[in-house]
Every structure is written in structure tokens, then in C-alpha cells.
T-cell receptor, first 115, second 115 residues
Framework: AQSVAQPEDQVNVAEGNPLTVKCTYSVSGNPYLFWYVQYPNRGLQFLLKYITGDNLVKGSYGFEAEFNKSQTSFHLKKPSALVSDSALYFCAARRGRAGANNLFFGTGTRLTVIP | DGGITQSPKYLFRKEGQNVTLSCEQNLNHDAMYWYRQDPGQGLRLIYYSQIVNDFQKGDIAEGYSVSREKKESFPLTVTSAQKNPTAFYLC??????????????FGSGTQLSVL
């Protein structure tokens, strides 16, 4: 069965420090991996995706993520956190060549950046 | 600006009542999706449509119905058969029929509560 796990419900980080939001996946075959961010009472906004190629993917707002096939992980990172990064972050995965209706979402990680 | 518009932002349902959530997009996307978001859970797929006049059940379709009479519109009806309708509902769309690796675009959501 396909699934996505975000092991941390809450991550707190001081402004200016690096941040990491963890994600592991279970997908048969080659995965398509995504990160989305949700601000209060808003829809999700796309941050970045991994389809193939370089394991380090760069996305919006200075975020990046590293695909690690052996650890089946796709952790989201940013070198220096901003207070405005505080939001709910969702990791999502699906099997390559499967339709978007097969996209599985993690349960979300709430990031709080402390001034 | 292109995007997805969901209305209303807040909706209240009385017991035994059917209510309809609106979703309109001007992105010329073929594929549209309805998700339900509950606190502490990932997004769960209710229904999806890859083309006009066709739609498919997602993982939690019971108690919901949809229609897709126009490319730009994909309304969701929460029927009286849905016994636990309180949730945040998100509409999304993507290019093609959803079989590409493209991201999902989300609306701002509708919060449905039971009176």
C-alpha cells in the first residue's frame, strides 16, 4: 500500500536557523514527490517537486528538498528560517505514471519560526 | 488572474439538509478534484473528474455527489447521508487529465460546519 509519513506534528525553529521538515514515503516503482504549504484558512500552495534527475530539488521561497531513494525520504529544508515561513507543510507522493487521483498526502507538519 | 475560486468561504448545514459547494477555475484545466481536510489528517480524495461529463469516486465518496457539466465548474454536494460533514473542503485542478507530473492548483477552501 502506498503511504506518506510525516513523523513530526510540530517543528519549532528560531528565526535565522536552518529548518528541516521530514517526510518518508512508501510508493511502488519510481515516485513523484511534492511539497505543499498551507497558510491559515487557505488552500495548499505548491513548493517543489521531484520527478527524476538531481536528488536536490530547489523550489519557491528558498526551500529545497533532498530525495534519498535508499531511505525513501524527501525532507524539506531551508538554510535560514523566516517568521513568515510559519505554516502547515504537507508532503505528497504518487507512483510515477499514475494519475493525480493517486496522490497520497502526509498528515502535515506545523512549522513555527520563533522570532 | 487565473486561479480556482471556491465559494462560500464558510457554510453551515442543518441536519437532513443537502448543501452544495462551488468550485470554478479559469485555468483551462481538464482534471479537477475535491478533497476533505480534517485536523491532524492528510487530505483525502472525495471525487475527481478528468474530463467534462465524467467523474470518478475517490477514497471517501459516500455521502457526497458531484457533477461536471462544464470544464470550468465542479460543484460538490454534501448530502444528508454524510453523517460527519464538518471539515475543510478543498478543490484542486491540474493540467491535462492528471496523468502528467504537474502540480495541483488549489482553491482557498470552504469550511463546512453542522448547526
Amino acid at each position: 500500500a502506498q503511504s506518506v509519513a510525516q513523523p513530526e506534528d510540530q517543528v519549532n525553529v528560531a528565526e535565522g536557523n536552518p529548518l528541516t521538515v521530514k517526510c518518508t514515503y512508501s510508493v511502488s516503482g519510481n515516485p513523484y514527490l511534492f511539497w505543499y504549504v498551507q497558510y491559515p484558512n487557505r488552500g495548499l500552495q505548491f513548493l517543489l517537486k521531484y520527478i527524476t534527475g538531481d536528488n536536490l530539488v530547489k523550489g519557491s521561497y528558498g526551500f529545497e528538498a533532498e530525495f534519498n531513494k535508499s531511505q525513501t525520504s524527501f525532507h524539506l529544508k531551508k538554510p535560514s528560517a523566516l517568521v513568515s515561513d510559519s505554516a502547515l507543510y504537507f508532503c505528497a507522493a504518487r507512483r510515477g505514471r499514475a494519475g493525480a487521483n493517486n496522490l497520497f498526502f502526509g498528515t502535515g507538519t506545523r512549522l513555527t519560526v520563533i522570532p | 488572474d487565473g486561479g480556482i475560486t471556491q465559494s462560500p468561504k464558510y457554510l453551515f448545514r442543518k441536519e437532513g439538509q443537502n448543501v452544495t459547494l462551488s468550485c470554478e477555475q479559469n485555468l483551462n484545466h481538464d482534471a479537477m478534484y475535491w478533497y476533505r481536510q480534517d485536523p491532524g489528517q492528510g487530505l483525502r480524495l472525495i471525487y475527481y473528474s478528468q474530463i467534462v461529463n465524467d467523474f470518478q469516486k475517490g477514497d471517501i465518496a459516500e455521502g457526497y455527489s458531484v457533477s461536471r457539466e462544464k470544464k470550468e465548474s465542479f460543484p460538490l454536494t454534501v448530502t444528508s447521508a454524510q453523517k460527519n460533514p464538518t471539515a475543510f473542503y478543498l478543490c484542486a485542478s491540474t493540467t491535462g487529465t492528471g496523468l502528467t507530473n504537474e502540480k495541483l492548483f488549489f482553491g482557498s477552501g470552504t469550511q463546512l460546519s453542522v448547526l
